[in-house]
């Protein structure tokens, strides 16, 4: 039996550490799960647990955070492994170069590659051929090739929440954060997916990518959560469309209200929705939704980000929303090497048009995970050196003469919409250097949005905002805790629920 702690640093109860833990704890290990935010004395219960690995979760822009306490672990505990997975070590190992913080990494799906990981480990055994691991071989980063990604969801033990809720704060909000499918039907070319779908799917007849947890699971699940943890008054779909499987919600309107019955939100894929999954929906009980808009040009949005969304559909969904009283609340990106600022104040002008209960607006980020992100790299398009932090709400890497007025726009981009000469008043204050009012602009709105539009709930809201700033405006590592690459740290991810158009 190992012990087995993950670190996070964003105040989140992320469904794939939730589902790791429980598989580990079915084949018998411990585990459990430390937040920076949630506790004062981070560095210190961690090293009170005494963990044998150390599980870290990173996005790009997250991977350095945890490197000043790993490094102090180590001289407690000789024997400490650490392996990091999640979506940046899935693409890239290089962080495998400095052994003094990780030992391995791991690429995909990580439930039973973590189980061989950890076994291994414990037995002193070699982990060279377990599939999808990576580590130094001959000084170099390598990653083994990947097993299949988990066809039946069902085949899992349910996500492991009580090292979440164990945290007060988590498990007295008002929404409860769950998942029912994996993957999404889009392969957007500024984010990772695409990437994913090539790489994870070896192209075997019949092996998907998009996969759901069935509706008698789900409603299991969430019952047995519910049963110990009563106060949550609403839920939460993190997955990237509740749609994901065409006739899943028509299954699920008949279960959810009298099985479970909690009003809910979610992200919805607006190509494979019609007025059918709409009223099913409705019936459900969802109170709100969100899509990718990203640009309101079309041509952009079909030929450059391959979002697959239409103007018809872009203007349609809309209309069929607000028919059956769902609210909606689009995401928009901002400074894409393929739109001029002209461009994005099409944007606004479309969002003006079909008046989303709320606009989230995220600066384009260029990963090398994804095509365009590949693209903006080998055409120096990218200030490399620059450090933006892991979010995408401060700030941008790209290499344009007009990049403070993009970041500007992305900051104020609601004022443009809401008010009734939002477009000139916007076009003359983006002009003015980036300052602290414009911050708390975009906060505002955030905050609005969540809390109200999307059901969050105010005081809820705005302490999960404080929790979490540190990610929002923060540099270097991207961790809401005291030590190197974090003083500037705050605030980290307000922006929970956004899923679909990150
Ligand atoms: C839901 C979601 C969110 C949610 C929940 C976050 C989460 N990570 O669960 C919220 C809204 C909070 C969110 C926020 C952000 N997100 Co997000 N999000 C997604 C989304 C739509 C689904 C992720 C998911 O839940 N998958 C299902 C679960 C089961 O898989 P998983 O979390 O990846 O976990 C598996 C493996 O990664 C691995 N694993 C996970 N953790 C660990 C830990 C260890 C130790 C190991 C070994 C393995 C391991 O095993 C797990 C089980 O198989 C993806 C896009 C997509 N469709 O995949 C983007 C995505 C992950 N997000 C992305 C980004 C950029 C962000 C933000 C930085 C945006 C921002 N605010 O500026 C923040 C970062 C927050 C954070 N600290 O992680 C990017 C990451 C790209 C990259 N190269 O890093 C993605 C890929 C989308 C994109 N644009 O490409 N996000
Ligand atoms: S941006 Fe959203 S819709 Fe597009 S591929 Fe990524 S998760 Fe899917």
């Known amino acids: 039996m190992a012990r087995i702690a993950f670190i996070v640093t964003t105040c989140h109860e992320f469904e794939g550490v939730k589902v790791l833990s429980s598989v580990l704890k079915a084949h018998g290990h411990q585990t459990d799960c430390f937040i920076t935010a949630e506790e004062p004395h981070f560095h210190e219960v961690v090293e009170a647990w005494q963990p044998d690995v150390i599980g870290i979760y990173a996005t790009t822009g997250q991977e350095n955070w945890a490197k000043h306490h790993v490094n102090a672990w ?39 590659a973590m189980l061989d990981l950890v076994n291994a480990w414990e037995n002193n055994n070699s982990i060279e051929l377990i599939p999808n691991v990576g ?45 029912a499918s994996r993957g999404c039907q889009n392969s957007c070319t500024y984010c990772s997916v695409g990437l994913m779908k090539k790489e994870w799917i070896s192209g075997k007849v019949g092996e998907k990518f998009n996969r759901v947890k069935s509706v008698d699971y789900l409603v299991e699940e969430m019952n047995d959560i519910l049963a110990r943890y009563p106060n949550f008054r609403m839920v939460n779909f993190g997955d990237a469309a509740l749609n994901m499987e065409r006739g899943w919600v028509q299954e699920f309107a008949e279960k959810w209200p009298e099985k479970v019955g909690l009003p809910f939100a979610c992200n919805v894929n607006i190509n494979f929705l019609d007025e059918d999954d709409i009223e099913a929906m409705s019936r459900a009980g969802c109170t709100s939704v969100q899509f990718g808009l990203e640009s309101g040009s079309e041509d952009v949005r079909l030929r450059v980000y391959k979002k697959g969304y239409t103007d018809k559909v872009v203007y349609g969904i809309p209309k069929l929303l607000k028919k059956y009283k769902i609210t909606f609340r689009t995401n928009n990106i901002m400074g894409s090497p393929a739109e001029t600022l002209e461009d994005m104040f099409n944007t606004v002008r479309t969002n003006k048009a079909i008046k989303p209960n709320g606009c989230t607006v995220l600066i384009y980020r260029p990963f090398k995970s994804t095509e365009l992100g590949r693209e903006d790299f080998e055409k120096e398009r990218v200030e490399v050196g620059k450090d933006i932090g892991p979010s995408l709400q401060n700030d941008s890497q790209m290499r ?89 740290q705050f605030l980290d991810t307000l922006d929970t629920g956004q899923d679909a158009a990150i």
């Not at 909000?173 to 998942?179: I, N, P």
Request: a neutral charge.
């Open 74 to 112: 180590r001289k407690q505990f000789p024997h400490l492994r650490v392996v990091m997975g999640g979506p940046h070590p899935s693409f890239d190992a290089e962080v495998l170069r400095d052994g003094a913080y990780v030992d391995a990494t791991i690429k995909a799906e990580g439930e039973y």
């Open 135 to 179: 580590f130094l071989r001959d000084g170099e980063p390598w990653t083994n090739p990947i097993r299949p990604v988990i066809q039946d969801l069902d085949s899992l033990p349910f996500p492991d929440v009580d090292i979440f809720y164990k945290y007060p704060f988590l498990r007295a909000k008002r929404v409860m954060q769950v998942h």
């Open 400 to 488: 344009r003469k007009d990049v403070e007025e993009v970041v500007n726009l992305q900051k104020l981009f609601n004022i443009a919409v809401y008010l009734p000469f939002g477009i000139p008043l916007v076009k003359a204050l983006i002009k003015f250097p980036r300052n602290p009012v414009f911050d708390w602009t975009l906060l505002a709105f955030l905050w609005y949005q969540h809390a109200v539009v999307s059901g969050y709930g105010m005081m809820d809201d705005f302490r999960l905002g404080l929790k979490n700033i540190g990610q929002i405006f923060g540099k270097g590592g991207g961790g809401t805790h005291e030590g190197e690459g974090s003083k500037n």
